[in-house]
């Protein structure tokens, strides 16, 4: 795999393994952190699943503030917008517009830019240690990375409001109890269980599970006619595909599809 400075990747089979790799920083995130994962993600050939981690105690603690925005004689308004718009927010739709599922598996802290990157996962596994945390408004921000499209949808507007507006910590239980997380689990069990689901998903159907990923995106803004069309779209690619045949005959054989991602 690439060489990175703040990631580290590496195949496991069909599996991308995407760690945030700046842990005397609690994996905190500078705008190259998120041009890198955007590149990771880019070079996707023969992948059918990711799975981002982070590295030591933390999944992510956040924007990186040292330097940038904060630097002296930089207009620190200029400075974030263009740290967003030119790299976080990149990343994030690149991520979000990928043809395999994600997992995510966060130990500690998923704070601000971080909460958003974890969030965007297909299947966020957590450990016991884990929490969420939209803290801007602490310093007179606003939540970004997408939080403001994506919270709302995960966990309607009252607890997005309530998460955003007042700032606190939304441990791991209360996560899962709210529908933000797939499966909390022992801080020692994290790397295991996420790994195990994240195989399972690049053992599946890839075109289906892509296109699965699509339509759910898409019926997040469209109406109930326009997701019964694109259904219907999508279904007639995936009846064309190696994966589909080889799923109808394994259920008529009565044994389990081999699904090789095609």
Known sequence: ??????????????????????????????????????????????VRAVLIAGEGRAFCSGADLMGGALAPGVDPGEATYKALTEHYSPAMLALAELGVPVVSS????????????????????????????????????????????????????ARAAEMMMLGERVPAEKALDWGMVHKVVADDALDAEALALAKRLAAGPT?????????????????????????????????????????????????KAEFRGR
């Not at 884990?130 to 309607?156: K, T």
């Not at 019926?219 to 045949?245: F, H, I, K, N």
């Open 1 to 46: 795999m690439s060489t990175f400075e703040t990631i580290r990747t590496h195949r496991d089979g069909d599996l991308l393994v995407v760690t945030l790799n700046r842990p005397e920083r609690l994996n905190a995130a500078p705008p190259a952190m998120f041009d890198e994962i955007r590149a990771a993600i880019g070079a996707l050939e023969g």
């Open 106 to 157: 966060v130990r500690g802290a998923a704070a601000g830019i971080g909460c958003s990157l974890a969030l965007a996962a297909d299947f966020v596994v957590a450990s016991e240690t884990a929490y969420f945390l939209q803290a801007f408004v602490n310093i007179g921000l606003v939540p970004d990375g997408g939080a403001s499209w994506m919270l709302p949808r995960l966990i309607g507007r």
């Open 207 to 255: 075109r289906a599970l892509g296109g699965i990923r699509r339509n759910l995106h898409a019926a997040l803004d469209g109406s109930y006619a326009e997701a019964l069309q694109r259904e219907a779209e999508v279904q007639r690619e995936m009846r064309g595909t190696a994966d589909s045949m080889e799923g109808g005959m394994a259920f008529l054989q009565k044994r």
